[in-house]
């Protein structure tokens, strides 16, 4: 309708960025903004890296469909960023979990901006619980915790690597594609250094209860 209008110019876009502020106030806090026709650089850390939309036999065209390539469990002591403080090589203390496409994919994977949690299909249970506890040396549930934030920050880093291609991407410089740039595969996955790399960290998937002091494991 914005578009129709006439508001948003030549392009059908926008733009969410998410942020979590470290303490809520009672009086608000500052958690993202919406950019309608385009994206706004001047809330970017980092360039803008892209995924190409699917099509899906799970969904209508309504919906925002993305493949996932891989998932893997990363050791928390290497950060909370999709770029892996071990400079040295990215795939130190990592974690695949080896899933077929169909676990994955089937039924259509949606990036969708009307709900809080992030659901996965049960099929990724079993292999996601065994990595989880090989790094965190505990089981995975949705049980409260009572956690020190240097346990919290300890947790998994999970990743989500989408899959993309040189065209998509083609707005970065080919020297880029190293590892240097978060957000891309770069050198962790070198015959497929174009695709998106989603970071999900503890801070991100456990929640804490101001009620009784917990941090509560979200839906993963």
Same mark, same amino acid.
């Given at each position: ?22 303490v809520h106030?009672?009086?608000?806090? $500052?958690?993202?903004?919406?950019? +309608?026709g385009g !994206? @706004? ?27 996932? #390539? #891989?998932?893997?469990? #990363? @050791? ?6 999709? *770029?892996?403080?071990?400079? @040295? ?10 899933? @077929? ?24 249970? $079993? ?6 506890? *090989? ?11 009572? +956690? ?5 920050? !300890? ?5 989500? $690597?989408?899959?993309?291609? !040189?065209?998509?991407?083609?707005? +970065?410089?080919? %020297? ?8 891309? !595969?770069?050198? *962790? ?13 503890? %801070?991100?998937?456990?929640e804490y ?12």
């Amino acid at each position: 309708q914005m578009y129709a209008a006439g508001k948003l110019g030549s392009h059908k876009r926008f733009a969410l960025c998410f942020s979590r502020a470290p303490v809520h106030e009672r009086s608000g806090s $500052q958690a993202g903004a919406m950019t +309608l026709g385009g !994206a @706004d650089e001047r809330l970017h850390s980092s360039p803008m890296v892209y995924t190409p939309g699917t099509k899906s036999s799970g969904g209508g065209n309504s919906f925002f469909h993305v493949r996932v #390539r #891989r998932i893997m469990l #990363r @050791d928390g002591k290497h950060g909370e960023s999709a *770029l892996s403080t071990a400079t @040295d090589d990215p795939r130190k203390d990592m974690i695949t979990i080896q899933l @077929d496409d169909a676990a994955m994919n089937g039924g259509g994977v949606i990036v969708d901006s009307g709900t809080t949690d992030t659901y996965w299909n049960k099929a990724i249970l $079993q292999e996601f619980q065994k990595a989880f506890k *090989l790094l965190a040396g505990k089981d995975h549930d949705n049980e409260p915790k009572t +956690l020190t934030h240097e346990e919290l920050l !300890a947790l998994p880093t999970i990743l989500l $690597q989408l899959e993309s291609d !040189a065209g998509t991407n083609s707005h +970065l410089s080919p %020297t880029s594609f190293t590892g240097v740039v978060v957000g891309l !595969a770069g050198s *962790l996955d070198p015959e497929h250094p174009h695709d998106v790399l989603l970071a999900v960290p503890p %801070t991100h998937y456990m929640e804490y209860d101001e009620d009784d002091g917990k941090i509560g494991r979200a839906h993963v």
